[in-house]
């Protein structure tokens, strides 16, 4: 892994020095503020965090570096994960590299294979997940070399990166074992060393041969990878990997942020939401029957899965490549007509619902995903948030390796009582 360790250093060092010049020229500069709704409000809009691995605009949606959707969406996750932490493409030699590792340490140890087995049925799929991540800690080379003493603080990034190659190497066996033992009751695949890392995936989850299947699976993997620093399970991950818990720790963290349905569980409930239409109404829905079925959810006190974002403010270009997907590959699909008709209904209903509370209207990735999966044969709602986890545990690794190459401290910020901001209002009448 010399070659992707060299290029994760020069960014390391690029990034290093443009932060030496900020914190020289600039320490003391404000760039923000924070207000009361702010502080109760979940911290909406703050702006509280660095992150070098991606960024999201409001209207363009996710950047990795300087590229947008359209100019990476056809890469491997491979390819992705090598842009979040070096911050360019591998060329050709680079890749040959990376792929080679991963191959190499895509076996899951003994001890891993038994714990599998043994996780109760009735837990979530997201929960074997997490646990089985978690059940891999002692795997940490960072651990095992911090413990002995052997670790100098310039030297983290790079026990993180061996532990982020040697973990997301692992990902597509253990979830594609949680879904065949435990979802579909079958036997695990073996790993296939001539694909690529998403073809392997899609190879071991044994569900459809068809090489558009490889295709999905790789587009989901590479849109899902990461969403900047401050969503849910991004920034979970990120605090606790800042208190030196290694990549299993602070992956399992994340996992657990990304299981709440406002957040990554959103695509099994908007497949559940559409099924239920679909029961209700039939496969062809009219645009009048979901309005109202709409207003009616709304009015029962619900949220409208897979449409607004704390961000985006626009259609979430991740949603409307997977669009382009499905209008390739399956456009007569029922379930994607009717995540159309929702596209067309739901907006405009949001945009007046709550007094124009809602500040984005439109849909967001889950809306379509978990679609897509269910017409290529994932037929376990459940299991679409575990999809999402593996490819979100690219952005958590390659966050947590560009901020311990930068020395970023543990993160601590400060929280205050009611009293406290009463009396700091008090003082500022
Ligand atoms: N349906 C109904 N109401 C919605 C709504 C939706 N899809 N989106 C926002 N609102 C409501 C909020 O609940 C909030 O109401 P209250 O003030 O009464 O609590 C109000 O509109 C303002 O919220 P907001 O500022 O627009 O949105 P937030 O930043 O607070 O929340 C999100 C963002 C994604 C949690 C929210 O839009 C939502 O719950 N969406 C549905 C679930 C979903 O799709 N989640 C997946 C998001 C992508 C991801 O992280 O994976």
Redesign the pocket.
Known sequence: MEQFKNNVKKRIDYLGMEIAWMLREHGKTVVGEVSVKQLLG?M?GLTALVCNTSYVDPYRGLFISDYAIPEFEDKLPEEIFYLLCAGKFPNETELAELQEELAFRAELPDYLWTFIRQLPRHLHPMTMFSLCVLALEGESVFKQKYEAGELGKSEYWEYMLEDAVSLLAKLPALAAAIYRIHLLREEPMDYHPSLDWGSNLAHMLGVNPELSFAELVRLYMVLHCDHEGG?VSAFTSRVVNSALSNLYYATSAGLNGLAG????L?NQVCLRFIRGIHERFGESPGTDQLDAFVREE?DAGR????????VLRVTDPRFTAFMEFGNRHCPNSPFLQTVKKLYYVVPNI?KT??EG????PYP????ISGTLLYQFGISHFDFYTVMFGISRTFGFCAQSIIALGLNQPIIRPKSVTNKWLMDALERAE
């Open positions: 979940g909406r969503n349905p406002l957040h990554g959103a709304l949220v409208i899965p897979g449409y607004g974002h704390a949001l619902y709550k509370k809602v500040a984005n967001n990735v889950d809306a």
